[in-house]
């Protein structure tokens, strides 16, 4: 599997501080070929203490690519299988797995603790994504979101875990309501709220050319997936200064429609 990305972000037109964190990295594996790691922290807790949450968040990412996923892609992490040639990658999903529902709750106690120390309440939202092979696995946590779009399809991978969501799938609201709801920036899941956080987690496979779209409120609020299907078709992903520049005119697009957020996303074609 081949991978072209990007990120983009933009700290909009009314914050002063971007309290959004990105990254996205691409390796050579020995044995799996390349794989890839992207991930998206939405900061809360105003001034600059959304931008340490996510950025703490991303950070611990970061030191996991470079320690966990070593271990994870390890043989003695394997379990092996005879009568299934794919048991490998199947198991090191899970390790992965393993390894990032510890990873939630170890950053959920250090935006704790440092919140504690200084006096501060300050969160996180994070959306994942790893790919390696034809396999994938998505990690979320509040409202931050992931999509999928095919030549054919879009969709969104996760659920948002919102008040409004939880409202909209108790059918107490439109999705219209939802759209101008007061509410609608409060989220039942996030890092460094409470004692222990709940991930989604969402596994699956690559079986054609797929881009994944991680992004932030402030960027698919105002932004359709249809409207964004054909820009991020893979065949129209021909680089990553192809993609960077329509990520770019989506920011734009949204700036435009009134959207006062910070806006990031990142951008994976995996072909």
């Not at 510890?102 to 440092?114: G, K, M, P, R, V």
């Not at 990690?139 to 409004?164: K, P, W």
């Not at 956080?197 to 609020?221: A, F, H, K, S």
Request: hydrophobic share 35%.
């Amino acid at each position: 599997m081949e991978y072209k990305v990007c990120i983009c972000t933009d700290k909009g037109t009314v914050k002063e501080v971007n309290q959004d964190s990105a990254m996205v990295k691409v390796a050579n594996t020995s044995e799996h070929g390349r794989v890839v790691v992207g991930v998206l922290c939405d900061g809360m807790g105003g001034l600059s203490c959304g931008e340490v949450a996510s950025s703490k968040a991303v950070e611990a990412f970061e030191n996991w690519f470079v320690s966990g996923l070593p271990q994870a892609l390890s043989p003695v992490n394997v379990t092996e299988k005879l009568d299934d040639s794919d048991s490998r990658g199947i198991d090191i999903m899970e390790e992965i797995k393993r390894q990032w529902l510890l990873l939630a709750q170890d950053i959920n106690e250090e935006l704790l603790d440092y919140g504690s120390m200084n006096g501060l309440t300050l969160g996180s939202t994070v959306v994942s994504f790893f790919a390696m092979e034809n396999e994938f696995i998505i990690m979320n946590i509040g409202d931050s979101r992931a999509y999928q779009f095919t030549e054919t399809r879009c969709d969104q991978l996760t659920h948002d875990q919102s008040v409004v969501q939880n409202m909209l799938d108790r059918g107490l609201i439109t999705p219209q309501e939802a759209e101008n709801s007061p509410q609608k920036s409060v989220l039942l899941q996030c890092l460094g709220a409470s004692g222990n956080v709940y991930p989604q987690i969402v596994t699956g496979r690559i079986d054609e050319p797929t881009t994944i779209l991680l992004c932030c409120d402030g960027l698919w609020r105002k932004l359709r997936a249809d409207e964004a299907c054909g820009q991020l078709r893979p065949s129209v992903c021909a680089d990553e200064n192809t993609m960077k520049s329509r990520l770019l005119g989506f920011i734009e697009t949204v700036k435009s429609r009134g959207e006062t957020d910070n806006i990031t996303g990142v951008l994976i074609c995996c072909q």
